[in-house]
């Protein structure tokens, strides 16, 4: 069972599975994939993959980080006669100049030095393994996660809905559209009060459009928005009327609409489906439709719908990415090298690790000019 589950086999097949899910989901986004038990399966899967994996690769690597100076023999070992003047010290300064961690030992009539680089690249593989299981821990917290949304007018209060966050409550202070320097529309902010518990949490909040404020885990994010316009009309239909933007209105005999432009309020009129007359107002103008019906137009009231979202994995999947960074400038630090030597008499016993052979070759090439000429000072 624990060969199955640390299988490149398995990880594969979970990788594939995982990726066509994905697709689908991005397909088909009214199908809910991500919330499924099947792919939450899949997930935690993966992650027992790959601490299984990473599990028993540890103790090799503990013992290559434990592994302490010992005599260098067997078939692999290269044994060399040294010049008379040459000596450990000078080796093992010259080895340390090459940015090698070295560790001595005796053992009897024998010197023995190990030497170490590339030590964080031996790490980098395993490193890279947690971050993924942080990664995909943090997709399976993310499953749980609840969307939703809050439409409010400014001055005015609203509820998040309890799915999200119960007992929240915003209320909306100001909703603006930004024009750039050339007239056009460059973004939305609402800038908005949070109270939790009836207690004033965050006071004059804003979001933008890709610029969400977060609070205690929950970002809100400006999604849409819209207007209604607040009229008054004497005569016959007196009364005080909120038109939502661009509906239909008729008063007396003429239809019209009222539309919310950069430029401000449009009144436009219709007959049949043709625009008859266009005319842009401000607060308090009147227009007479007859002697006894008047329209006041009072104000622009203007609403702002904001997405909610809480996603508890977010700060572990951010905290499994950095983990994969430290691991990728690891990887960067070079290959794992170690060099072996065992010293007795005029007599020098070497090895040479390295998975890259051409480095290996080098590396060897090198120790063995040196021990040989005496020239380890160089």
């Not at 023995?112 to 680089?117: D, R, S, T």
């Not at 209060?157 to 909703?175: H, L, Q, R, T, Y």
């Not at 239809?255 to 401000?282: A, C, D, S, W, Y």
């Not at 983990?323 to 072996?340: K, N, P, Q």
Request: hydrophobic share 45%.
């Amino acid at each position: 069972m624990i060969k199955f589950l640390s299988s490149i086999q398995l990880a594969v097949g979970l990788i594939a599975a995982i990726a066509l899910a994905s697709v689908f989901a991005t397909l088909y986004p009214t199908v809910e994939v991500f919330s499924s038990f099947w792919f939450r399966g899949l997930l935690l899967l993966f992650c027992l993959n790959l601490l299984v994996c990473t599990l028993k690769s540890l103790p090799a690597v503990f013992a290559r980080l434990k592994k302490t100076p010992a005599n260098v023999c067997g078939e692999r070992a290269e044994g060399l006669e040294i010049s008379g003047h040459q000596s450990v010290e000078a080796l093992t300064q010259f080895i340390k100049e090459k940015g090698y961690k070295v560790k001595m030992a005796s053992d009897g009539d024998r010197q023995n030095v190990l030497a170490q680089k590339g030590i964080l690249s031996l790490i980098a593989p395993h490193l890279l393994h947690l971050a993924l299981i942080v990664v995909l821990v943090g997709g399976y917290l993310s499953s749980f996660g609840v969307e939703d949304q809050v439409a409010c007018f400014v001055g005015e209060k609203a509820e998040v809905p309890a799915s999200v966050a119960e007992g929240m409550v915003i209320e909306v202070n100001d909703f603006q559209t930004v024009l750039d320097a050339e007239g056009a529309i460059e973004n939305w902010i609402t800038n908005f009060n949070i109270y939790f518990n009836d207690v004033k949490a965050v006071e004059s909040g804003t979001t933008k459009v890709n610029a969400p404020l977060k609070y205690k885990g929950i970002s809100f994010y400006q999604k849409s928005y819209g207007y209604h316009h607040l009229i008054e009309v004497t005569g016959e239909q007196a009364g005080v009327y909120q038109i939502p933007d661009q509906k239909i209105f008729k008063l007396e005999d003429k239809v019209f609409n009222i539309t919310q432009t950069i430029e401000g309020p449009l009144v436009r009129f219709f007959k049949g489906h043709e625009i008859v007359e266009e005319k842009m107002v401000k607060n308090g103008e009147k227009m007479e439709f007859s002697e006894d019906t008047v329209l006041t137009y009072v104000k622009t009231y203007p609403f702002t719908v904001l997405a909610v979202k809480k996603d508890p994995g977010t700060w572990v999947v951010m905290t499994g990415f950095l983990l994969m960074t430290v691991a990728s400038f690891f990887f960067w630090t070079g290959r794992y090298r170690e060099i072996a030597l065992s010293f007795e008499g005029n007599k020098a016993y070497l090895t040479v690790s390295c998975k890259n052979k051409a480095l290996r070759d080098e590396i060897l090439a090198e120790v063995r000019s040196k021990l040989k000429a005496g020239e380890t000072n160089g």
